[in-house]
């Protein structure tokens, strides 16, 4: 039971560097998200896709870009890394609208911005 | 936006019942109430979610106040593998797609 699969799962970038973090799902699900963590806080939306086609701003998007490749492939951008996204980024899918559903996470991505 | 307030922690002896209280004084008639969890170093788990009833599954229960300003998070039989940080989340906001977690409850499981 793969669920949904984050790469890489540590990356270190210096500022200024670009790079896409990877997200697929093998549950059929048609909603996908891209959180972030940082220390000793909870999740926050950066950005999701209600449907393949589809991508919509979350509550901090700014400095990042995604793409949904296919049903199964939701992928993040950072353009031009700054130290601020210093952070874990956690990929979710739902069945659906995550209201009267479950979210499944992957394991996250560890990024550090130097 | 409809919020919700946990205790930054709680203690729980190993193989007893856990309650983990949530407030929600602010909700609205159609929020559903979720419960997910976060183990060290990994991504959050879907514990539970209810609307107005009573929740069963198994891995906990969740009693939903009749007001529905409260709730509780009930785990039978606490074990090590419980010590995560539980959230308790009403969706809010981007079309029913976001689940925004706080700080949720930080518990710890005492062999």
């Known amino acids: 039971n793969a669920g949904v699969t984050q790469t890489p799962k540590f990356q270190v970038l210096k500022t200024g560097q670009s790079m896409t973090l990877q997200c697929a799902q093998d549950?059929?699900?048609?909603?996908m998200y891209w959180y972030r963590q940082d220390p000793g806080m909870g999740l926050r939306l950066i950005y999701y896709s209600a449907s393949e086609g589809t991508t919509d701003k979350g509550e901090v998007p700014n400095g990042y870009n995604v793409s949904r490749l296919n049903k199964r492939e939701f992928s993040l951008r950072l353009e031009s890394a700054a130290p601020s996204q210093t952070s874990v980024y956690f990929c979710?899918?739902?069945?659906?609208?995550?209201?009267?559903?479950?979210?499944?996470f992957g394991q996250g991505t560890r990024l550090t911005v130097v | 936006d409809a919020k919700t307030t946990q205790p930054n922690s709680m203690e729980s002896n190993e193989e007893e019942p856990v309650h983990l209280p949530c407030n929600h004084s602010?909700?609205?008639?159609?929020?559903?109430i979720h419960w997910y969890r976060q183990l060290p170093s990994q991504g959050p788990e879907y514990v539970i979610h209810?609307?107005?009833s009573n929740v069963n599954n198994r891995m906990a229960s969740l009693a939903i106040a009749e007001d529905r300003k409260s709730s509780t998070l009930i785990l039978h039989r606490a074990t090590l593998r419980d010590a995560a940080v539980y959230y308790c989340?009403?969706?809010?906001?981007?079309?029913?797609?976001?689940?925004?977690f706080g700080k949720g409850t930080k518990l710890s499981v005492i062999p």
């Open positions: 979710a899918s739902s069945p659906r609208r995550v209201e009267n559903t479950e979210a499944f």
């Open positions: 602010t909700i609205s008639g159609t929020d559903y």
């Open positions: 209810g609307l107005t």
């Open positions: 989340i009403l969706r809010v906001g981007a079309g029913s797609y976001q689940l925004t």
């Open positions: 549950m059929n699900h048609n909603s």
